[in-house]
């Protein structure tokens, strides 16, 4: 969007300039795809470093983790991978909301545990039917979002403060649910233990989706380019459009046809993406979205807006809880039991290490849901690469810790660079 | 500059008021900011508010535009009484404000600080009608934005309280508050929102106008109410008062720092080796 790839309006009488195009400060870059390319290089430069260092960190930690161990990038391992982002990538969804808006959730672990008890209970103890356990599950996490939205809107509680109460009391709310046996297994026979566990794509559909995805990339870039020529503004050129969506195809076909050799892509990571994809567009595409980025980037200018902050901020604790307690379930069904660690240990960092990885910013108003995705594949990584070299959880905790403050200065480095090149 | 000479007639004669504000209070704990103030506006008529610094001036304009609600008084919109609680409030009723702040995020672009709260499409936000009506409104004030596709943070101060004011614009307001427009602007932004001003009036708005340019002051304003310490301290039409008399209102005596200065450089001027 950022003036990169353009090509001035063509008009078939005149070389006229694009209305956005046309301050004379401004260079015009080159249009079609050369220009394109000089476009993201001077991005780069600028300090814009978008999904760049995070792919970069992917190719390497692969890179590595494949020459210590050659099982890393069998097929076998990667589909194992993709399974074991989900959970935690779900929840480090929602905390990209709340780190959008300047907040923070310290307690999606304990949410998430205690929605996966509450799964449990409900669904094996109680023999209800499988659809009432996950709404018991999930609504526990709509309840807690709004209770914290409202403490945090009407006593003005720091959502630090709220979180940390919550982490504790929800820890122990689950292991009031789960009783003194402390753990219930779901039976493996269960859909919903299959769905996370067993169920991949056939091949002809992993394929469909992946051409989809790609002619959906082309038609939507399409239209907008074709709609803003027609209101006379730069638009992306054809061409660029074209080689961005093959190359799409081309790499992710390539890589879904390697994992097909072995079983496939799992159902649950199909959820997980559609997730991200249905978050991106309410984040970049609705007026919702745009009110997230304002409240996060100066809470004051928002409400003079006319934005209803208080909302804002209660939305994106309801949309972070509910996403931690959806994750919670995920979790329950990936391991098929939920028991008193579920969601102890490193999930609550993990999830939003995840986010912060992946280019959220832990002071508001900047992030996606693609964050998300790219951040849980960089921790889930290193958690798997470590776990095939029989490393235990202390190396993984240091590994993971490392590469968090790796991103964050990163980060800082590039804002800087931004603040100096204009981009901030 | 580029303005229109001043008229002279009479404004509200016959159209009424369409905003009127009786003995508006505001209190800050101890500190009354604002008291008993009353300030009408005509329809096609530009009020301006002059004072001192902390005279009360941006309090009035947030009392008006629902970012604090007045600790009492009462304000008549279009002859019904209105309460203003919050901005939405004053955004429906058809009142948009320059915030001397100018109050924009600065990690959103031109276009989304803009439409922000009043984005086209909430569910599919129409990307290209909102930067087409960007550059309308941008152009229409002459601004020097190289792209709308910048953040806030990126741009100069006078780029700023462009965006600001291009923002005030959209949506058929029908009371147009600008507090220190033109503070950080250029010599041409100013006469832009000078002539802006002019054709608010023109189109039948009410503006109301903080400055302390009393050049600017007298270039556009229909009337010119002056606070001090909070108060009402008279309303001049701006055809039969002077600048001294403004700044005697302002400061609240005739023997001023202003006309000391003044009567000093004249001294020095008059020179010594007559
Ligand atoms: N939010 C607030 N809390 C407490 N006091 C305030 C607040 N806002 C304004 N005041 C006080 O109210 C008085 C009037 O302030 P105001 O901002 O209206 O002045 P002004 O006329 O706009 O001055 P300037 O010309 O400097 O912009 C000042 O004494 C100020 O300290
Ligand atoms: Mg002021």
Redesign the pocket.
């Known amino acids: 969007m950022s003036g990169t790839d353009v090509e001035p309006a063509t008009e078939p009488t005149a070389a006229r300039v694009a209305t956005d195009l046309q301050d004379e400060r401004l260079s015009q870059g080159a249009g079609g795809l050369k220009g394109a390319l000089a476009g993201l290089g001077s991005r780069v430069r600028g300090g814009d470093l978008g999904v760049i260092p995070v792919v970069a960190g992917l190719v390497i930690i692969a890179v590595v983790l494949q020459s210590l161990n050659s099982q890393f990038l069998s097929a076998a391992n990667l589909e194992n991978l993709l399974l074991e982002c989900v959970p935690v990538g779900v929840i480090a969804l929602g905390i990209v909301f709340v780190l959008l808006v300047a907040e923070i959730d310290l307690s999606v672990g304990s949410i998430s545990g205690l929605s996966a008890a509450l799964l449990a209970v409900f669904y094996v103890d109680r023999g209800q039917s499988v659809v009432l356990a996950i709404a018991v599950a999930v609504g526990s996490g709509v309840l807690i979002g709004l209770l914290y939205g409202q403490i945090f809107n009407r006593i003005g509680v720091p959502s630090f403060v709220i979180s940390l109460a919550g982490l504790l009391a929800f820890a122990g709310l689950q292991l009031a649910v789960l009783g003194t046996k402390g753990a219930i297994n779901l039976p493996f026979d269960s859909a919903l233990v299959k769905f996370a566990q067993l169920q991949f794509m056939p091949d002809w559909l992993s394929y469909a989706l992946v051409l989809a995805g790609g002619i959906g990339l082309f038609a939507t870039g399409f239209a907008r380019a074709q709609a803003r020529r027609k209101a006379s503004l730069s638009a992306q050129s054809t061409v660029s459009l074209a080689v961005r969506s093959i190359a799409l195809i081309v790499l992710v076909g390539a890589f879904v046809a390697y994992l097909n050799d072995s079983r496939g892509i799992g159902y649950m990571f199909v959820f997980f993406l559609a997730l991200v994809l249905v978050m991106h567009y309410v984040l970049t595409r609705t007026k919702f979205g745009k009110s997230l980025f304002a409240v996060g980037g100066n809470a004051e200018a928002a409400r003079r807006a006319g934005i209803n902050v208080r909302r804002v901020y209660a939305s994106a604790f309801v949309l972070c809880t509910t996403l931690a307690a959806v994750g919670g379930v995920l979790a329950a069904a990936r391991l098929a039991a939920a028991n008193q660690q579920s969601g102890g240990g490193d999930v609550n960092l993990n999830a939003i290490a995840a986010a912060v990885i992946g280019g959220t910013s832990l002071f508001g108003g900047r992030g996606s849901a693609f964050a998300a995705l790219l951040g849980i594949l960089v921790i889930q990584s290193i958690s798997n690469g470590l776990t095939l070299l029989s490393l235990d959880s202390s190396y993984r905790f240091m590994v993971t810790g490392a590469v968090l403050l790796l991103a964050v200065g990163l980060d800082s480095v590039a804002r800087r660079s931004r603040a100096s090149s204009g981009r901030a | 500059m580029a303005t229109a000479p001043v008229m002279e007639q009479d404004r509200t004669g016959g159209t009424g008021h369409v905003l009127s504000l009786r003995g508006i209070t505001k209190t800050?704990?101890a500190?009354a900011?604002l008291t008993d103030v009353d300030l009408d506006v005509a329809r096609g008529e530009v009020v301006a508010i002059v004072?001192?610094?902390?005279?009360?001036?941006?309090?009035?304009v947030k009392v008006l535009s629902g970012v604090h609600a007045p600790t009492s008084g009462t304000i008549t919109f279009e002859g019904s009484e209105v309460t203003i609680s919050t901005p939405a409030d004053a955004q429906r009723l058809g009142i948009a404000t320059v915030f001397?702040d100018l109050a924009l995020c600065e990690n959103l672009n031109v276009v989304e600080n803009l439409f922000l709260g009043q984005e086209i499409g909430p569910a599919r936000l129409d990307e290209v009608a909102m930067e087409v009506k960007s550059w309308e409104l941008l152009r229409e004030l002459s601004a020097k934005i190289p792209t709308v596709r910048i953040p806030v943070a990126s741009l100069s101060g006078g780029q700023r309280q462009t965006v600001a004011i291009a923002r005030s614009l959209l949506g058929d307001p029908k009371i147009v508050m600008l507090?220190?427009p033109t503070a950080a602007l250029g010599v041409a932004q100013t006469a832009e929102v000078l002539n802006l001003i002019e054709r608010l009036r023109e189109r039948g708005f009410g503006v109301i106008m903080?400055s302390?340019n009393m050049a600017d002051v007298q270039a556009v304003a229909d009337r010119v109410a002056v606070?001090r310490l909070?108060r009402n301290n008279g309303v001049f039409r701006v055809s039969d008062v002077s600048s001294e008399e403004l700044v005697a209102a302002i400061t609240g005596a005739s023997d001023n720092v202003v006309t000391q200065r003044s009567a000093r450089r004249g001294a020095i001027a008059k020179g010594e080796p007559a």
């Not at chain 2, 004072?51 to 009035?60: E, M, R």
Request: charged share 20%; no cysteine; glycine share 24%.
């Open positions: 800050f704990g500190v900011a004072g001192d610094n902390g005279a009360g001036k941006s309090t009035l001397q507090d220190e903080i302390h606070l909070g």
